[in-house]
């Protein structure tokens, strides 16, 4: 299982673009990225996932260089309601276990 | 559609009482089950995870068990809980050759 590494906090104002980092230099041919979403009390929400280049949905973007070795989570004109845990996760289709790091917590002011 | 069930959503137990938390998964057959705990302001904690009926892997030794009698239900159990077992306990399914996993909203244990 490829180990990733995140920031632990950020902080941003709302109407900013957010960026999340998260390194995954041992990531193997076969894994997907996976980002989830935490809110206080709830548990996490599968947001956006991908294997290589830009992928975009309505939440967010996800942006991984050639190598692979890293990953970006971009998040468009944050609001408040964007405050919470984001993880992220290397897995494939056959791996049975899900292994959460501690993941960077987002804290967005008004 | 697929639902997944976790209950109760909240617990309080005194120390040394047994525990049984009960997760079941709605529309899919077969799946990949999990359970996670967090405690407050920390990431989540994989403590076991089932490919299949009776089939218990553990991440953690600790004071906790789990069993699934069936297919879509998943049970994690404690004959005598800790303080320390305190926290918000996460049920998950996946489906087998999938990326993507879905939770139950949670059970917060206080043990007290």
């Known amino acids: 299982l490829a180990k990733t590494t995140q920031p632990i906090s950020m902080d941003s104002y709302e109407g900013q673009e957010v960026n999340i980092t998260c390194s995954h230099n041992n990531i193997a041919t076969n894994d997907y990225i996976t980002w989830y979403q935490q809110f206080p009390s709830q548990g996490p929400r599968f947001i956006i996932q991908?294997?290589?280049t830009k992928v975009t949905n309505e939440v967010a973007s996800l942006f991984i260089p050639a190598d692979r070795k890293s990953s970006t989570l971009s998040l468009p004109r944050v609001s408040l309601s964007d405050t919470a845990v984001y993880y992220c996760?290397?897995?494939?289709?056959?791996?049975?276990?899900?292994?959460f790091g501690t993941g960077t917590r987002l804290q967005v002011f008004p | 559609s697929q639902t997944i069930h976790q209950w109760p959503a909240t617990l309080v137990q005194p120390v040394g009482s047994p525990l049984s938390l009960e997760c079941t998964v709605e529309?899919?057959?077969?799946?990949?089950l999990y359970w996670y705990r967090q405690a407050a302001g920390r990431g989540l904690q994989l403590l076991f995870y089932s490919v299949g009926i009776g089939q218990i892997s553990s991440e953690v030794p600790q004071n906790l068990s789990a069993s699934r009698p069936q297919d879509r239900q998943f049970i994690l159990s404690s004959k005598k809980l800790l303080l320390s077992d305190s926290g918000f306990y996460l049920c998950a399914w996946r489906r087998k050759g999938n990326t993507e996993a879905f939770f139950g909203q949670g059970t917060r244990l206080t043990v007290v």
């Open positions: 991908g294997y290589k």
């Open positions: 529309g899919t057959s077969n799946p990949n």
């Open positions: 996760l290397v897995v494939t289709g056959n791996t049975d276990k899900l292994i």
